[in-house]
């Protein structure tokens, strides 16, 4: 079997299974370890046996819900690679506007500070926004916080593979910040955001292999941004800057939420590529 029929064969197979088309390319590119121009322009090779073997059962694998990410171990996040696996949230494309704009706002907001400033990711998973944010923004003291040791031996060890110094503890929300006596100058966080009663709808690749406690949140999706404003008041230095990713459709409630705990404060819906009230940040004067 030549490469461009391998291609052809698992594009086919995972339409027809209702699958991203594209994750045969994605996969073979990872097998060969080829960039995406090398595979194209070497598509009349022949591909060995035992990659052909491994390629046909890893697309099977996909097609039977098993993420992509979890057959070939990673995924992408802001240029960089990141150990994934059942205890961890699969990085979304969504979350890397976060880091986008928050490091955006850290040059506004905090352009006349002169001394480092401290952050702290709230439920950290793979640990991708603070990894992101440290290696960034190398002067930056971050600390990420998991409630759940296995997220967070995952997240030590992307971080300690890409060289990024992150303070990681265990704990629910806050809590763990608040215990250390540590001052937040940013805090951000992705939480679990989704209201209870849309799992019936979601794909099963994500409701079965990803971690329920980092996506469902409540009959409305909110419970934990209430949380947060209990909490936040007593970590947050002026100024300061907060950044949560949202679910779309929740913006407005979310920024609400952050001016009624911060009256001073601006509050602001942020949307992202694709239009949708993806991210609020709330800016402490």
């Known amino acids: 079997m030549k490469i461009f029929e391998a291609l052809r064969w698992a594009s086919s197979f995972l339409e027809e299974n209702s699958r991203d088309k594209n994750v045969g390319e994605l996969y073979l590119q990872h097998l060969l370890d080829w960039s995406r121009s090398k595979l194209l322009a070497e598509q009349q090779l022949l591909l ?8 046909v059962k890893g697309v099977k694998d996909h097609v039977s819900g098993i993420p992509i990410q979890h057959i070939i171990g990673y995924e992408e996040f802001y240029g960089r690679r990141y150990k ?20 955006e706002k850290i040059s506004d907001l905090f352009k006349a500070t002169g001394t480092a400033l401290t952050l702290a990711d709230i439920g950290t998973g793979s640990g991708a926004i603070a990894i992101s944010m440290k290696l960034e923004r190398p002067t930056l003291q971050v600390y990420a916080s998991d409630l759940h040791e296995e997220a967070l031996q995952v997240a030590k060890e992307n971080a300690d593979r890409l060289g990024a110094e992150v303070h990681f503890t265990q704990g629910n929300l806050l809590h763990p910040i608040m215990e250390r006596g540590v001052k937040l100058d940013v805090m951000l966080s992705n ?25 469902f949140a409540g009959a409305d999706g909110m419970v934990l941004y209430r949380q947060f404003m209990e909490e936040l008041p007593l970590v947050m230095n002026s100024p300061g800057l907060i950044g949560f990713e949202v679910g779309a459709g929740q913006g ?34």
């Open 48 to 55: 060995d046996e035992s990659i052909r073997e491994i390629f």
């Open 84 to 103: 994934v696996n059942r205890h961890v949230l699969i990085p979304r494309p969504e979350t890397e506007e976060l880091v986008y704009h928050t490091l």
């Open 191 to 215: 939480p679990p955001y989704i209201p209870e009663g849309d799992k019936e709808w979601m794909s099963e690749v994500v409701t079965e292999h990803e971690p329920h406690s980092a996506l």
């Open 252 to 285: 407005e409630a979310v920024r609400d939420l952050l001016q009624q705990t911060f009256p001073s404060a601006r509050s602001k819906v942020v949307f992202d590529i694709n239009g949708k009230d993806r991210m609020v940040f709330c800016e402490i004067l």
